[in-house]
């Protein structure tokens, strides 16, 4: 699967049959985004379904956006972690 949206309306677990979970799960129908950070996928926003899905190509980048947007908040929070670490560290020299 490249970095982009992918749309599977139905036979999923047929068109990756090396995919265990989808076999497993029967999974027919999917539509999927990478999340992308820093140039990295880092996750994966998807829909999937063992009956065909009724989504239309032009959904795609409202799922990227949802993607996108998540992968930055993920990117928030790594920050503010590492701020935090920092402050702490500071804050024992000082003491």
């Not at 599977?8 to 129908?29: C, K, N």
């Not at 899905?53 to 930055?72: K, S």
Request: aromatic letters at 8%; charged letters at 25%; a negative charge.
């Amino acid at each position: 699967m490249d970095l982009d949206v992918e749309l599977v309306l139905d036979s999923a677990s047929e068109r990756y049959p090396d995919d265990t979970m989808l076999v497993q799960m029967g999974i027919r129908s999917y539509f999927g985004h990478p999340m992308i950070a820093e140039g990295k996928m880092i996750g994966l926003v998807s829909v999937m379904d063992d009956k065909p899905l009724g989504i239309e190509e032009w959904a795609g980048p409202i799922l990227g956006l949802f993607a996108n947007r998540f992968a930055l908040e993920i990117e928030r929070y790594e920050v503010n972690q590492e701020l935090q670490k920092s402050k702490d560290n500071l804050e024992q020299l000082v003491l």
